[in-house]
């Protein structure tokens, strides 16, 4: 009924701030051998909504596009200031926390530890499982964490450094 008899024009939505989402392609495009470099979204204005912000995402990149009826927001360049400015802040503390959890990481034991730490272990306790002359191993592990080890399987029971 809402729809056949037109009832949405009876009154003002009841919103007045759209936000939509477009997931875009995550590679670059071409047009005739040119590349795509953005692309923005936008949506119409309808009565009663004050503000409508497409937001679309390309080739790693986000674009935020505002429209907005000018009685309901005459200062648009304002606002649209702001959403830069905190997009902008955003990223900031987002490369930051990457970075310390870079950080924290490289000050850490690196994962190998508890795999050697598990042979370790296993040759302690059940030293008669290695068998003499199986030779001296070993491993350079690189990454954030670069550490060597060495195991010496040469004679019972075993060594690892």
């Known amino acids: 009924?809402?729809?056949?008899y037109n009832m949405a024009r009876a009154h003002n939505p009841v919103f007045n701030v759209v936000m939509t989402n477009v997931?875009?392609?995550?590679?670059?495009?071409?047009?005739?051998?040119?590349?795509?470099v953005?692309?923005?979204?936008?949506?119409?204005?309808?009565?009663g909504m004050g503000l409508m912000m497409a937001i679309f995402s390309y080739n790693g990149?986000?674009?935020?596009?505002?429209?907005?009826?000018?009685?309901?927001?005459p200062d648009i360049d304002v606002f649209n200031r702001y959403v830069l400015e905190a997009a902008n802040e955003l990223e900031e503390l987002v490369i930051n926390y990457k970075e310390e959890a870079g950080k924290k990481k490289k000050k850490g034991k690196p994962a190998s530890d508890v795999f050697f730490d598990n042979i370790k272990k296993f040759i302690k306790k059940d030293p008669k499982a290695i068998k003499a002359d199986s030779g001296v191993f070993q491993f350079n592990i690189t990454g954030p964490n670069p550490?060597?080890?060495?195991?010496?399987?040469?004679?019972?029971?075993?060594t690892l450094r």
Do not use: F
């Open 1 to 4: 009924m809402y729809s056949r």
């Open 38 to 47: 953005s692309v923005m979204g936008t949506a119409p204005i309808i009565d």
């Open 23 to 36: 997931p875009g392609p995550q590679v670059p495009l071409y047009i005739n051998t040119h590349k795509l």
């Open 61 to 73: 990149q986000i674009t935020i596009s505002s429209t907005s009826d000018a009685k309901s927001m």
């Open 147 to 158: 550490v060597t080890w060495s195991v010496d399987l040469s004679k019972q029971p075993g």
